[in-house]
């Protein structure tokens, strides 16, 4: 079955600066990859998914790469605020399939004023 | 997107009790699943419930500890049987919605059990 890693699992970068968290998967025939937030407390929230017919999505200050050769995905956050700590989760699934969806074990992400 | 209402938000248990976690979505729904996320660990899929039919169970979890029922398309429980402390976690329902193109998972607010 399906497997997913993610790293790094704490990350904590300067406000402002760039944050990258990267994700593999093992199942060739994964096409559907969401990244979903949890603040303290709070549910897990999607903040953005790519579908593996592209290489690249982006939302503001989020993108998402994909790269399907390699069976990697990153999430990338530009102009980090203090409102972007949280946990972020990867996922991996086909995409018609949300029951068959894997998480990753999740990257804590501090901001530092 | 669907609004989830998860109870109770969270609860303190004494071994060996069973608790229920009921699930209230505001829409219909064919698909709901149970999570479970132990503390600073990843979300893991305990079970697919389904309207009609028994809940579909992931490698790892019975029926006997994690029943569920099903009874309508907008609502589920869960409940965690004979407790013990390592039963402590929060416990997530998420029902899927036909998003741009793929079915994105909408999660509730959690339940938070902790077993004494």
């Known amino acids: 079955g399906e497997n997913v890693e993610q790293h790094p699992s704490t990350l904590s970068v300067q406000e402002g600066d760039s944050a990258v968290i990267k994700c593999t998967y093992s199942?060739?025939?994964?096409?559907?990859f969401p990244w979903y937030k949890q603040e303290l407390g709070k549910r897990p929230q999607l903040i953005i998914d790519i579908r593996s017919n592209v290489g690249e999505k982006k939302d503001q200050r989020i993108a998402v790469t994909l790269n399907k050769t390699a069976k990697h995905f990153s999430l990338h956050i530009t102009e980090t605020q203090p409102e972007d700590s949280a946990v972020y989760f990867c996922a991996a699934s086909r995409y018609s399939s949300a029951s068959k969806i894997i998480f990753g074990s999740g990257t804590r992400l501090s901001i530092r004023p | 997107s669907a609004v989830i209402s998860q109870k109770p938000s969270r609860d303190i248990c004494q071994r060996g009790t069973s608790l229920t976690i009921q699930c209230q979505v505001d829409?219909?729904?064919?698909?709901m699943f149970w999570y479970r996320q132990q503390p600073g660990q990843s979300l893991t899929l305990i079970a697919t419930?389904?309207?009609?039919?028994?809940?579909?169970?992931e490698s790892g979890f019975v029926i006997d500890k994690f029943p569920i029922s099903r009874p309508n398309l907008t609502f589920s429980t869960l409940t965690v049987s004979n407790m013990s402390p390592e039963d402590s976690s929060i416990y997530l329902c998420s029902v899927e919605e036909q998003g741009a193109g793929a079915n994105v998972l909408t999660f509730g607010a959690g339940s938070r059990l902790t077993v004494l």
């Open positions: 199942d060739s025939a994964s096409n559907y």
């Open positions: 829409s219909q729904v064919t698909m």
């Open positions: 419930a389904n309207q009609g039919s028994e809940a579909t169970y």
